[in-house]
């Protein structure tokens, strides 16, 4: 394999963006990442600590692209807080992305999840599509992305969750999609976030007969192919996903939303 072309390319960051009370948006400038398509990803190097897989949640055809992070290690602890000038580095994009084509489309997303969320319901109404999209979160401040989706699809196709019922409809995304999916004559679902309620919508979406595709998140050391680490099922995520439609979730169901490795490889609960 020729990987002479997967060299890191050092980036200025342009600006941080503090979304709510624990999301920051790290904006920077790269061409090669404003052809990126929908839940695509690049591996980003954060200097002094790690490279890890990241969603970009923004991309346009001037370069300036986003990365959307909670601190959850020492590495994404450091990217939060980075000043406009720091150096990032950043390979990519790479993966499977979500398909955009038109459709009556529902997105689901929560947390960090919505990062994708959001270039994707863009993308969709490009293509012609009905685009619904449901915000989860744990509470009101929890919620991501609210005012840019409601600018993208119209405030009435965007309906809100929060799990202690501060906001919006009083429970999980899941709740919601059942009823959605019938009453909007869904054909597709289109999810990112968490594990167990992406397991959840495949149930719901499988049958309600409609298109499924999840935007799933494991360990990814190389980003490329070559370490397995990120593996669910018959599939790498790195080269295969991180997009996986319904029929490649059918095949890894004793994985999907209940397990997945660590970095040293050993499976772990979720």
């Known amino acids: 394999m020729d990987i002479s072309s997967e060299r890191t390319r050092i980036r200025r960051v342009i600006r941080n963006v503090k979304e709510n009370r624990s999301i920051t948006s790290v904006y920077f400038k790269d061409e090669e990442c404003s052809s990126a398509k929908p839940g695509q990803f690049v591996m980003l190097w954060e200097p002094g600590f790690d490279e890890f897989p990241m969603s970009l949640s923004n991309y346009d055809e001037q370069g300036v692209c986003s990365v959307t992070a909670k ?70 401040a929890d919620l991501l992305f609210e005012k840019p989706l409601q600018r993208a699809v119209r405030r009435k196709n965007v309906f809100l969750t929060t799990d202690d019922g501060s906001y919006g409809h009083a429970g999980f995304p899941t709740d919601l999609a059942e009823g959605l999916i019938a009453e909007r004559k869904v054909t597709r679902v289109y999810t990112c976030g968490p594990e167990v309620m992406m397991r959840k919508l495949y149930e719901i979406s499988v049958r309600a ?62």
């Open 71 to 140: 601190p959850w290690g020492p590495g994404s602890n450091e990217l939060v807080r980075a000043k406009r000038g720091d150096v990032i580095g950043i390979r990519g994009p790479y993966g499977h992305p979500f398909t955009v084509e038109r459709c009556s489309a529902l997105l689901v997303g929560g947390g960090t999840g919505l990062a994708p969320m959001l270039p994707l319901a863009r993308a969709l109404l490009r293509a012609g599509s009905k685009v619904a999209v449901v915000i989860g979160g744990r509470t009101k």
């Open 209 to 270: 007969g409609v298109d499924f595709e999840a935007s799933l998140e494991r360990s990814m050391k190389c980003g490329i192919g070559i370490c397995g680490s990120c593996s669910i099922g018959k599939n790498l995520l790195c080269r295969d996903g991180a997009v996986l439609d319904a029929d490649a979730l059918k095949e890894a169901l004793d994985e999907f939303g209940l397990l997945q490795r660590d970095p040293s490889g050993r499976y772990i609960r979720i």
